[in-house]
């Protein structure tokens, strides 16, 4: 149902800086500056994870150009939230649920003290940095979410704004008095939402979702997200259950928690570290889609950034156990990037253990795309702001879930995105209003 789209108020992605790249690694079959056709892609078997492999034909195809980036090129996080870590002191702890306790900003748990074989909180500690990972303080983006089956573009699709901020846990100078807190006695972690601009009947369509503090705590004390949208044709408001997070969005084989390989409740699943591998993976794109240009190839099935630049990266693999047995997935592993945390890929199994969805991402560093002309930065460069001089974004610009099992799948592509959060305290407290959805409608 269309009320679902309230997951695309949630596009914040992790960032970080490029200073330095590796100029070399031992035994890859592969530089940096080479490219990649069709007839060789068995050069990248190595280098990716057996479920996306399995199904390459709906990634890798013939006319492709795969550039070989950087070697472990470095994103440093913006000097703010490595100032918020040090202060933290990386004195988070794991409780109850998998819950997450003593964490005040920054990042929460220690990479070079991650221990995947030795300690069997690894997994969660390692999704926690993921969900506590730099993404700004804000949230602002257009997007386009279209609807696929075996290369055929169906009628079925979105497009719309998101826009959201961070209303505690902030790392700015500026709010460590008040412990990240924007406003005094915040219950809140964040708030935003979305709206629809097209097709026209789903046009005007607004959402408002609250992510509370207690979402981070065990699950008899956890708060989950308050959700409402406004329904033009009914012209009223209605509130959103968080039991649809895991429901199809309109019908299409994406959900709200398959957002960024992950956008769920982390105490709702069991956490498990299954290991590490260097991956090579569409981490910092050069081509510029929708709405830039038409001429990005996707793919004959729609579903590829095989056109594009990679780059070879060190990856966690993690794996998710829902608690919850109405869950529609048995298990999902997740490769996540071990220096930004961004989400590589991931690989979904139903019910019967058998794989069937596969998610990956591309993305774009803002630091590439310093220029004057909005038009020509590919939408890529964030603004600082007061306590935040240096940005360092490493933003996703490119979502794709593919149903192996049907062929179907969505892609969601974005731009105009950036942290960047709003500066005005009273266009926040409006942005944050249940009123504004029906204001004036």
């Given at each position: 149902?269309?009320?679902?789209?309230?997951?695309?108020?949630?596009?914040?992605?992790a960032?970080?800086?490029?200073?330095?790249?590796v100029?070399?690694?031992?035994?890859?079959?592969?530089?940096?500056g080479?490219?990649i056709?069709?007839?060789?892609?068995?050069?990248?078997?190595?280098?990716?994870?057996?479920p996306?492999?399995?199904?390459?034909?709906?990634?890798f195809?013939e006319g492709m150009?795969?550039?070989?980036?950087?070697?472990?090129?470095?994103?440093?996080?913006?000097?703010?939230?490595?100032?918020?870590?040090q202060?933290?002191?990386?004195?988070?702890?794991?409780?109850?649920?998998?819950?997450?306790e003593?964490?005040?900003?920054?990042?929460?748990f220690?990479?070079?003290k991650l221990?995947?074989?030795?300690?069997?909180?690894?997994?969660v500690?390692i999704?926690?940095n993921?969900?506590?990972?730099?993404?700004?303080?804000?949230?602002?983006?257009?997007?386009?979410y279209?609807?696929?089956?075996?290369?055929?573009?169906?009628?079925?699709?979105?497009r719309?704004s998101?826009?959201?901020?961070m209303l505690?846990?902030?790392?700015?100078p500026?709010?460590?008095?008040?412990?990240?807190?924007?406003?005094?006695?915040?219950?809140?972690?964040s708030?935003?939402?979305?709206?629809?601009?097209?097709?026209?009947?789903?046009r005007g369509?607004m959402t408002l979702?609250?992510?509370?503090?207690?979402?981070?705590?065990?699950l008899?004390?956890?708060k989950?997200?308050?959700?409402?949208?406004?329904i033009p044709?009914?012209r009223?408001?209605?509130?959103?259950s968080?039991a649809?997070?895991?429901?199809?969005v309109?019908?299409?084989?994406?959900?709200i928690?398959?957002l960024?390989?992950?956008?769920?409740v982390?105490?709702?699943y069991?956490?498990s570290?299954?290991?590490?591998?260097?991956?090579?993976?569409p981490v910092?794109?050069?081509?510029?889609?929708?709405?830039?240009?038409d001429?990005y190839?996707?793919?004959?099935?729609g579903?590829?950034?095989?056109?594009?630049?990679?780059e070879?990266?060190?990856?966690?693999?993690?794996?998710?156990?829902?608690?919850?047995?109405?869950?529609?997935?048995?298990?999902?592993?997740i490769?996540?990037?071990?220096e930004?945390?961004?989400?590589l890929?991931?690989?979904?199994?139903?019910?019967?253990?058998?794989?069937?969805?596969?998610?990956?991402?591309?993305?774009?560093?803002?630091?590439?795309?310093?220029?004057?002309?909005p038009?020509n930065?590919?939408?890529?460069?964030?603004e600082?702001?007061e306590?935040?001089?240096?940005?360092?974004d490493?933003?996703?610009?490119g979502?794709?879930?593919?149903?192996?099992?049907?062929?179907?799948?969505?892609?969601?592509e974005?731009?105009?995105?950036?942290?960047r959060?709003?500066?005005?305290?009273?266009?926040?407290?409006a942005l944050?209003d249940?009123g504004?959805l029906?204001?004036?409608?």
């Open positions: 149902m269309r009320t679902a789209l309230l997951c695309l108020s949630l596009v914040v992605a960032g970080a800086r490029a200073d330095t790249a100029d070399a690694l031992p035994d890859l079959p592969f530089k940096e080479d490219v056709s069709y007839e060789e892609i068995d050069k990248l078997k190595s280098f990716l994870p057996p996306f492999w399995e199904n390459r034909e709906f990634f195809y150009n795969l550039e070989i980036g950087p070697m472990q090129r470095a994103y440093p996080v913006s000097p703010t939230y490595e100032a918020a870590t202060r933290g002191g990386w004195k988070a702890t794991i409780g109850r649920d998998g819950a997450l003593n964490w005040i900003g920054g990042q929460p220690d990479p070079a221990d995947c074989k030795g300690d069997p909180n690894a997994g500690k999704i926690w993921f969900k506590k990972a730099w993404n700004g303080s804000g949230g602002d983006a257009e997007w386009y279209s609807y696929w089956d075996r290369g055929e573009q169906l009628p079925l699709y979105y719309g998101a826009k959201g901020i505690a846990r902030r790392v700015e500026q709010f460590i008095e008040t412990k990240g807190d924007l406003f005094a006695g915040e219950k809140r972690l708030g935003g939402g979305i709206t629809v601009v097209a097709p026209q009947d789903a369509i979702s609250y992510v509370y503090k207690e979402e981070d705590g065990p008899d004390k956890a989950n997200q308050d959700t409402w949208v406004w044709d009914l009223r408001v209605r509130r959103i968080t649809q997070r895991t429901d199809s309109s019908g299409t084989d994406f959900t928690d398959d960024r390989s992950f956008n769920g982390v105490p709702q069991e956490w570290c299954l290991g590490e591998q260097r991956v090579i993976a910092n794109v050069k081509g510029l889609a929708y709405p830039y240009s001429n190839n996707f793919g004959p099935y579903f590829s950034f095989a056109d594009d630049r990679w070879v990266r060190d990856a966690w693999i993690i794996r998710f156990d829902p608690k919850n047995e109405d869950h529609p997935y048995h298990h999902k592993d490769w996540l990037d071990k930004t945390y961004e989400p890929f991931s690989a979904a199994y139903d019910r019967k253990k058998e794989l069937w969805k596969v998610i990956w991402h591309a993305h774009r560093f803002s630091e590439d795309w310093k220029t004057g002309d038009l930065n590919g939408g890529a460069w964030t600082p702001w306590g935040v001089e240096v940005v360092n490493l933003r996703t610009v979502d794709i879930i593919v149903n192996v099992q049907t062929g179907t799948g969505n892609r969601i974005f731009w105009n995105a950036s942290g959060p709003e500066m005005s305290r009273g266009k926040i407290r944050v249940i504004r029906n204001k004036g409608r």
